[in-house]
Nanobody, 122 residues
Framework: QVQLVESGGGLVQAGGSLRLSCAAS????????VGWYRQAPGKQRELVAA???????NYADSVKGRFTISRDNAKNTMYLQMNSLKPEDTAVYYC????????????????WGQGTQVTVSS
């Protein structure tokens, strides 16, 4: 009953910006840590940024200073602001959330979004 829906991907030129959103829905009690991951063709999925329920964040070295992760707890929505995009940022971006929810009882599981394509041209 918990679902993550991502949006905001697209095609941009190098140096441009995109803002990815990931909206969680369902009988959610609390969302703990959230991570944004990306996977380029032929490469392993990697963690790009993460944020705790308290707002502490960390980033991969490759995106520090360019990307910002944030969350709106009232809306159960997470964001990834991507600035100064480079061609090497091209990948499918996924959000992952550790969610506590009600489904006949209390549960805690992590969920993945469907992924959204980000393509940066030069």
């Amino acid at each position: 009953q918990v679902q993550l829906v991502e949006s905001g991907g697209g095609l941009v030129q190098a140096g441009g910006s995109l803002r990815l959103s990931c909206a969680a829905s369902g009988n959610i009690l609390r969302i703990f840590s959230v991570g944004w991951y990306r996977q380029a063709p032929g490469k392993q999925r990697e963690l790009v940024a993460a944020i705790t329920s308290g707002g502490s964040s960390n980033y991969a070295d490759s995106v520090k200073g360019r990307f910002t992760i944030s969350r709106d707890n009232a809306k159960n929505t997470m964001y990834l602001q991507m600035n100064s995009l480079k061609p090497e940022d091209t990948a499918v971006y996924y959000c992952n959330a550790d969610v506590k929810y009600i489904s006949g009882g209390y549960y805690r599981n992590d969920y993945w979004g469907q992924g959204t394509q980000v393509t940066v041209s030069s």
